[in-house]
């Protein structure tokens, strides 16, 4: 009896799974299609007549390498510029002590929950006045703005005895020895993780860099694939699929190689 | 401690949280403030000159119908995002932890994938998926005899329809959290109801249930807070709101009201008022995620 109830919560699991991951099969294999065939055979998994054409008209159209690498750079600042902030203050969290400690903490927090609508009038003009319009530091900067990363990299510090650090404390070891030599190296797996989480999220970001970016070529891949849908209709989808699938190569192999660090990390940032 | 080194910690705490402190005032904390000193004026982002008007921006918000409908229609996402992204996750993870016994993690692996995708890709593929012309769904509803309403002409359609596109890719997300969560509850307790012979059911509704409430009530909050924004791409990438405003919600109105009709009084106005639905959201937090928030008494 249980055995078959079991089964059958498995069906409904199933389902779910498939409903997740066809669109990103029919994604993948749209790409391959021809106009005409992702018209009238869309269901077909396999293309009857698979060609690279989609590919090759976007290369025409698009410079590709400029796009992937404008997502790159971008991704690559905010993410850099959250492990650093993020580490060093999860650090002066954990290990001093200071007057109104538990008030900042809670100041730094609570701004994960603000909405961008709240600041995205002032920071766009801070960025415009600055002179950063399309540049991928005007888009860097403000998304720095996000204390996900000491929250996360706490919780990870609670798994370093705290007798370690109090220790090579007394020795008179300075304390940015103790973070580069004994913290980070024993938090490498979860920077690591941290990092392909913030790298994975801001790879894909629209709303502050369609703001920021107006100039084609500082366009990164999901602005330029919003340019490919319209809601008039007259869509080229495999066009659009094909961009759709170049951007998530990058994202999917992170996820692929560190898939268990990246889900503990996720799990972690729910738990107290 | 002598007052040397007491002094030299000063400077370290100081220059271990400037840079985060910095970065927080800048774009965060003056933002707030200065939002709130635009919501008082009618301005255009570019004039030289800004026109004190008192409180009529927040006035025209509750008057004009406009502002109306885009408030009732966040009042329609929330509580579709609360359905879609936060009640069928948990009660989905509840059967995972509870109902089936192997393949826990290769289901946590395959939920999560969508969440790897920019909203902008999910936006495209639903819209094609969902197309009233040409998509596979009206395509098969054709098969039924069916056809498939055009739910970019019904603001109320084109609301669940946009609201689906987040929840592909939230739903992994937040199974992942409520799973956690469900996980933490101790074994003991769920090996004592076993012993007893007290029904699956009853012991997740009396017992796993207000255990779980911490992590739940945060998923519940995030949900409405981080859905709001995550709408907020599809709202842009397919139907601008429309049809006349019918799928617009109060994120999206401030943004078209700042950036495309330049009125930014209006759009301050109702940032202002987006971040106090925030703070009412971050008081129930506190009141009801316990712990959180004294962390570092």
Redesign the interface.
Known sequence: MNKVKGSSWHILLIIICLVLLLPVVFMVSNSFKTLQDSYHSMLQIIPLHPTFSNYSTLGKQVDLLRLIWNTFFMATLVTLGKIVTGLLAAYAFKYFTFKGKKWLYFIFVSTIFVPFTVVMIPNYLVISKANLLNSALGVALPQLCDATGIMLFLKAMDKIPSSLIEAVHIDGIPSYKILKDIVVPILRPSIISIGAIFFINSWNEYVWPTLILKDKSSFTLPLALQNYISSEGGTNFPLAMALSTIMIIVPLLIYLIFQRYILNSISSSGLK | MNSRSSKK??F??FA??A???I??L???I???I??LY?SFFDWN?IAPTKDFVGLENYISIFTDPVNQKVLLNTVFYIVLLLVLNFLIPYF?SI??KF???K?QSS????????S??????????????MNP????IA?FMRQLGVSLPNW?NSGAMAIVVLCLMTN?KV???NF??????LG?VPQNIIDATKMDSIPKWRMIWDIVLPLNK??AF??L??TI?QG??YV??PI?????G?PYYGSSN??YH??LN??VLYK?GN??A???I??LI?LV??YL?IKF?E???????
Do not use: H
């Open positions: 910690n000063k370290l705490t271990y949280l840079p985060t402190a970065i927080l800048v774009f965060m003056i933002p707030i200065y939002t635009l982002l989905i059967v995972v109902f089936i016994g393949m289901y946590k692996i395959i939920f999560f994938i969508p790897l995708f920019s909203l902008v890709v999910g936006a495209m593929l639903f819209s094609w998926i012309v040409s998509g596979p395509f970019t592909w739903f992994g997300y992942v959290l409520l799973l956690t969560g933490s911490s992590i945060y998923v909050i995030l807070v709001l924004q907020f791409t842009s990438v397919i139907t601008q429309g109060v994120l401030t943004y700042a950036f930014t759009a301050s109702l940032a202002v987006t971040f925030f959201l971050l937090e995620v712990g959180r928030a004294d962390r570092y008494e």
